[in-house]
């Protein structure tokens, strides 16, 4: 397993995603702002990573800046839930407490990631080719993986044939991150622009679809990687599973719906180099009504979960 | 008007596409292998645009590699019919008359795409905001465009406020072409990852889309560049009307349905530049349900056109 963290010595490294695949940098963070700097700028990123990566970063701070630490290092990205989670409980650790409660969300969510892999495997049938959005393997999580751990533990019970890695623009971390992750572990795959999803599924060579979640609401809307949303719409025309994977810490019972959702806008240069006017949102919202299940580490939620076609479809 | 191809004393000049918008380089084409090698490799692309340059190219055959240079040309992109049909008209003019036929299409496609202006800007309200896909504009046609010269004479009549512009991966053409040229005539646009489409629709700020076709079969069912179909689909679930601009050059009588159209599948090294497997279709297929109407020169195909949103939604 690749870890994108280490905490050592009053130091929190962060493996820059930025320059993967190309080559392995790992950025020195000595201050909350290092680390809020390397979230927003997502050297790190992926829900539960980000969250792990802001409980150390606010271990890292002076008592006296304690809670200062803690609401740049909340405002770092706004989407992810996981972010305010993580800080909020190093918050009511206390500043003497704060590294001890930061290891405690470290093994707690890479716990979580075993537990989501093993029930996320139960729903696979034989040989699935399954389509994936975005990074949600050891990079994006601190532990093996949300969808991504999924599906390799679906792999290794035979019950993968190949994945379908959408590149997942503006920044790729589809064709960067999951591509590379998927290489080391040795799993078959073919990276997709993410508008091939369409063809791909009229085709019939998609038979599962395995995301993982930035922000799951109270009613069950899932925020996640923009793109998330369409690839949700064509799984229920074509009658194709359509799995959320996601630590319980994703789940956000103080927000209704989706649309109390916050999207993130991010830089326009990153979508166009030439100069022109863009609009760069990173997260979509899906509706819970065309999401077939959601995998925590507690188990599956939705009783028709692993019993083919969506039943909403 | 923007022209892509420019005929001149035994010459095809080519505006060599792949190098916008950075720089405006011509290729000197003098044989019909440079033209289909233009045209595969996308120096000149667009389905009208390359019916035209491989007519052109043809004239430029000896009369003895008449046949085989027809044929080459007609091989140089699978998926647009526009290609064959311009081929199959030369080739029965012969090759004395090769030039003359070539002229007498390209002026025909230039009459079309003016026409399709005319007709398509008829279906538009007031101040749209339309989403399009790919680059469907002079660059794409050797005349003022399909689906971008309908939003052009709209604009003009004041019926739209904002173009989203798909970037159109894995080649850009969206925002390296379209951008380009909405720019150039001062239409307010944004880039957008192709993936974007499904939040704006769900935010409601999509009032249109239009693309154009690279193919439209004798049921209706439509081949257009990857990322079409999930477009339709995303239109149909939010009441959008979904129009198809293209000259009945695109239409195929011989082609039963979308199922029997060849998708070009293109390097993978297009897609993903790390050396990770990939594939790299370049079109999907629009079933005619999902398509509110098609404009041709014409007119418009389908008698609830311009009444609001699909009516099979």
Avoid at 126 to 135: G, I, M, Y
Avoid at 213 to 230: C, F, Q
Avoid at 280 to 297: G, H, K, Q, R, S
Wanted: proline fraction near 6%.
């Amino acid at each position: 397993v690749i870890a994108p963290l280490r905490y050592e010595d009053g130091v929190l490294l962060v493996l820059d995603q930025t320059r993967l695949p190309a080559e392995e940098v790992w950025l020195r963070c000595a201050t909350p702002a290092e680390v809020a700097d390397a979230i927003a700028r997502l050297a790190v990123r992926g829900a539960p990573a980000i969250g792990v990566a802001a409980a150390y970063g606010l271990a890292l701070a002076d008592a006296a800046d304690f809670e200062a630490a803690g609401r740049l290092l909340a405002a770092a990205r706004p989407t992810a839930v996981n972010l305010r989670w993580a800080v909020n409980q190093v918050l009511a650790a206390g500043p003497d407490a704060a590294l001890e409660a930061a290891r405690g969300i470290e093994q707690r969510e890479r716990a979580a990631t075993r537990r989501i892999a093993e029930h996320g495997a139960t729903l696979f049938g034989s040989q699935e080719r399954v389509l994936t959005h975005c990074n949600t393997g050891a990079l994006a999580t601190t532990g093996s993986g949300t969808a991504l751990g999924v599906i390799e533990a679906a792999w290794r019970n035979g019950a993968v044939a190949q994945v379908w890695v959408g590149e997942t623009r503006p920044l790729n971390q589809g064709s960067r991150l999951t591509a590379w992750e998927l290489e080391r572990v040795g799993i078959p795959f073919k990276v997709v622009t993410d508008s091939s999803a369409g063809l791909l599924m009229s085709r019939a060579v998609v038979d599962r679809v395995i995301v993982g979640a930035d922000r799951i609401a109270a009613n069950g809307d899932v925020a996640n990687k923009i793109g998330t949303y369409p690839l949700a719409v064509l799984a229920h025309r074509h009658g194709i599973p359509f799995i959320v994977a996601a630590p319980t810490s994703t789940i956000d019972p103080d927000t209704p719906t989706g649309a109390d959702i916050p999207i993130e806008e991010r830089d326009p240069a990153e979508v166009t180099p030439h100069g022109h006017a863009a609009a760069n949102y990173a997260f979509d919202i899906t509706p819970a009504e065309l999401v077939t299940a959601i995998v925590t580490e507690d188990g599956v939620i939705d009783a028709n979960a692993g019993k083919g076609p969506d039943p909403l479809a």
